[in-house]
């Protein structure tokens, strides 16, 4: 017998197959002589029926106890076509393995809607849930297709560090990273003494891959980072983790435009190949969670992406015929009522908003000639505001440290990135993405907690 994973069964499986499917048990019916069990192994939104009598298992009495919602089976039988009315196929088992019981008396996932602030309390066993499991899946295959664009326009994915000496973002909402014993700190003075630190000096847990990923472009022109970032803001909502994932390409040769184009054809292809991969779920989604998901995913694949000037967008905000609780004026950073105006009320598609003013964006950020605003660009997309923001970066090197002291940072720890400057220096272009916002974005879940097989939020660092 061939062991096959139930997606597979379900879409391919024919009738008079003989098959294997290891799984665990979502709910179990008994009538009287035979008895229903569905078995899901997180492959597929629907479960996979299993019919059992006492004919086809001699040790039927003794199972039938043991299986219980939350058991772990192995089941060796026969495709058989279906008398149910919502499943084409169904198995008629020759062998029932339980591998594990589950009590159902405790088992706290019965066969019922929980909350998904409930299942946030039981994470190492939300997983098994329709929602979460539809979740994950999408997961999956949208970070597979984040690989195989890039991949497929030969760029190198680059492992940048974890462990960082330096603050990209210039925020300071970083986590610190020691190996001092806290409850004795060694001192100069009133301050730490770092030289007794493992490192030798501060270091944080990375906030982005950006700087570095800027030194491998320019050795191998086109690469990008796909890996956990971390950021200390002490924020409880739902928009909010302290870990995360983040994409950041970073592209030699390359300015603004190019940016731009880089990030819409990215967009429209990780909907487009999730839309193909996880039809089933993406269904679910835009049944169960939120009914637009579907609209929402065809107004990124189909439409052009429009795109305008910071001034131009201040300039229709100012006109807008509403009112914002943030007021608007030009030097402002957009606020999320703001992007979703522009791209949910005005253009009704994604916008990619470029050319702000250099006094709210960071270091790095290349100025442009007006010597007021820098090329750096936000796309904006219809129930979310901003989904990704990047920018071209300073490739001079007069500039760039003028800009640096400007930001009230000690040009000396960034020696090395100047040197990228100095050395053969070349336009390059990057952008950031967050994977966990995306996945929120394509999924319709509103929190996302539950997006992130582990969350980590203030006050919570489970598992």
């Not at 492992?159 to 700190?185: K, M, Q, R």
């Not at 983790?241 to 040769?253: D, K, V």
């Not at 990215?266 to 579907?294: A, G, Q």
Request: charged share 25%.
């Amino acid at each position: 017998m061939v062991n096959r994973r139930i997606a597979d069964i379900l879409r391919h499986g024919q009738p008079d197959e003989t098959v294997t499917l290891q799984g665990w048990v979502r709910t179990k019916r008994e009538l009287k002589g035979f008895a229903f069990m569905e078995v899901n192994d997180g492959s597929s939104l629907a479960n996979l029926q299993v019919v059992l009598t006492a004919d086809d298992l001699p040790n039927y009495q003794e199972l039938l106890p043991k299986i219980n919602t939350g058991a772990s089976v192995e089941v060796s039988g026969t495709i058989v076509p279906s008398q149910g009315k919502n499943q084409r196929i169904e198995i008629k088992p020759q062998q029932v393995q339980v591998y594990g019981e589950a009590d159902p008396e405790t088992y706290p996932l019965q066969k019922k809607r929980h909350s998904f602030e409930f299942l946030r309390t039981i994470g190492h066993l939300r997983s098994r849930t329709n929602t979460l499991g539809a979740v994950f899946r999408v997961r999956n295959a949208c970070a597979n297709a984040v690989h195989q664009f890039f991949q497929e326009r030969d760029f190198m994915w680059v492992h940048t560090p974890l462990i960082t000496a330096s603050d990209c973002e210039g925020a300071g909402e970083l986590f610190n990273v020691t190996n001092l014993d806290l409850t004795n700190v060694p001192r100069l003075d009133k301050d730490v003494d770092y030289s007794q630190d493992f490192f030798g000096k501060p270091a944080y847990l990375t906030v982005s891959g950006q700087l570095e990923a800027e030194v491998m472009a320019m050795a191998f022109r086109n690469v990008y980072t796909f890996g956990p970032t971390f950021r200390a803001e002490n924020s409880n909502t739902s928009r909010h983790l302290a870990e995360f994932w983040m994409i950041e390409p970073e592209m030699a040769f390359c300015d603004i435009n190019g940016n731009m184009d880089l990030a819409e054809d990215f967009l429209k292809y990780l909907f487009k190949t999730v839309l193909e991969k996880c039809p089933e779920d993406i269904e679910f989604f835009n049944k169960r969670i939120d009914d637009s998901v579907l609209a929402t995913a065809d107004n990124i694949i189909n439409n052009e992406f429009e795109r305008i000037t910071y001034t131009e967008a201040i300039d229709l905000l100012l006109k807008a015929k509403r009112k914002f609780e943030f007021p608007v004026e030009w030097g402002i950073d957009l606020q999320s009522e703001h992007e979703r105006y522009l791209a949910e009320e005005l253009f009704k598609k994604p916008a990619i908003v470029y050319n702000y003013p250099k006094e709210i964006k960071a270091f790095y950020m290349r100025l442009n000639d007006d010597n007021k605003t820098v090329a750096a660009m936000d796309v904006l997309a219809p129930k979310i505001g901003e989904i990704i923001g990047g920018s071209q970066r300073e490739e001079r090197l007069d500039v760039l440290e003028k800009r640096i002291v400007e930001g009230g940072m000690p040009l000396e720890e960034l020696w090395w990135y100047r040197d990228l400057r100095r050395y053969g220096t070349v336009p390059h272009a990057g952008f950031g993405l967050g994977f966990e916002r995306l996945i929120q974005f394509m999924t319709g879940m509103s929190n996302i907690r539950d997006v992130i097989p582990f969350p980590r939020t203030p006050l919570s660092a489970d598992f």
